[in-house]
């Protein structure tokens, strides 16, 4: 491989990642996120000295590159070099024909296959173009939030928790501007609520809740859309300081009515309302909620893709040492592995959850993923 290509391959190997790869921690990770998603196996001081985290004469041997070049989702040297080649010059492809696909794409995937792992693939895979070629980003969000199949599965399925508070957050006002209903509003105003609670930014936490206190929510609303109602409110009784009573009761009618007259199996429900109890620190609630998922996906091949978001939660729960909590998650023990199925488009926030739990949160690494998120209530220094 030539040498102007190893700068391009380590960028690639570090968005596949989800952050950058600053020490031998880092490149441990990276074996086994290696491993999980090629089956092939490197030896960690081969990405320490890939990184330059060791200092070496040798470059990598090919049946290395050719396993991180997989990693990375190219299928040859010769693929990744026309990209490199490409990837920076308005000249290289037609960009019209590119955007035209993309949007194509968006509205022919079908409604009704909901929860489809195939249909999830591609909008990620799609998701990832876009961010190798962020001049295309606003135009396509323009255009795919005025189609129905954009404003589900691009908005609403596929919430990129890693560029929430970038071109992502932003879309939702072409989003809310296409979608003007009920369930719309209460969603785009729950997701900048769970934005700007991670943000610490108040008043636009207050603007986003006034908006969601304006409509009523019903037992009409679907289960991701009402899950993120939810979880917005409980961001927002932990700004406050407030008792959660009423909303945990609420959630619970909600759920039960719910999983009684629907027949799709997934676990979005759970899993969102999951994530909001244990940020806020009602573990026992956030334990419920697993326990239910589990159990109503029991023997489903949905069991397997989501048990371990859930094995995630689980340890975050089963961890807790004390129940005088300052920071948002208590510390779990020390083994805890960052969770390696998750989607790309949540790489960094997780890192970030992975890192508070193993108590990493005074590393370069850490510090620079808060900035890159904006999350600062992730940050030791906040005050709550």
């Excluded at 952050?19 to 074996?31: E, G, H, I, P, W």
């Excluded at 330059?52 to 693929?79: H, M, Q, R, V």
């Excluded at 009704?112 to 876009?130: G, K, R, T, Y």
């Amino acid at each position: 491989m030539k040498n102007d290509l190893l700068p391009y391959l380590r960028k690639e190997l570090e968005n596949s990642f989800g952050r950058k790869v600053l020490s031998s921690r880092d490149c441990l990770q990276m074996v086994d996120d290696i491993y999980q998603k090629t089956g092939y196996s490197i030896n960690t001081n081969t990405l320490r000295r890939f990184f330059g985290l060791i200092k070496t004469d040798y470059n990598a041997s090919p049946s290395t590159l050719a396993i991180l070049i997989k990693y990375c989702g190219f299928n040859s040297i010769e693929e990744l070099q026309k990209i490199s080649s490409t990837s920076n010059t308005d000249t290289s492809i037609n960009k019209e024909e590119v955007h035209h696909f993309l949007v194509s794409l968006f509205k022919n995937l079908n409604t009704e296959e909901d929860n489809s792992p195939v249909i999830d693939a591609v909008v990620v895979q799609a998701i990832l173009f876009l961010e190798r070629n962020p001049s295309m980003i606003d135009r396509f969000q323009r255009e795919i939030a005025d189609t129905a199949t954009g404003q589900y599965y691009y908005f609403e399925r596929a919430v990129n928790m890693d560029r929430l508070n970038s071109y992502y957050g932003e879309g939702l006002r072409l989003y809310l501007r296409a979608k003007n209903t009920n369930e719309a509003i209460v969603f785009a105003n729950s997701i900048q609520v769970f934005r700007y609670w991670l943000t610490c930014e108040t008043e636009q936490v207050e603007a986003s809740m006034s908006a969601i206190r304006a409509i009523t929510a019903t037992n009409s609303f679907p289960p991701h859309i009402f899950a993120r109602y939810v979880a917005a409110r409980l961001y927002y009784a932990h700004l406050k300081g407030e008792a959660i009573d009423k909303i945990s009761a609420e959630t619970s009618k909600y759920y039960m009515a719910s999983i009684s007259r629907s027949s799709i199996l997934n676990s979005d429900f759970e899993l969102i309302v999951t994530e909001a109890f244990i940020l806020t620190n009602h573990y026992n609630e956030g334990k419920d909620y697993i326990k239910k998922g589990r159990s109503r996906l029991a023997g489903t091949k949905k069991c397997a893709e989501n048990e371990n978001l859930f094995s995630f939660w689980e340890k975050m729960i089963n961890s807790k040492k004390t129940t005088a909590i300052k920071l948002i998650l208590t510390p779990p023990k020390p083994n805890l592995n960052p969770v390696l199925s998750i989607s790309p488009l949540t790489k960094r926030y997780y890192t970030l959850l992975n890192c508070m739990a193993t108590h990493k949160l005074r590393s370069s690494n850490f510090a620079d993923l808060v900035r890159e998120t904006g999350f600062y209530r992730f940050s030791p220094s906040f005050q709550y």
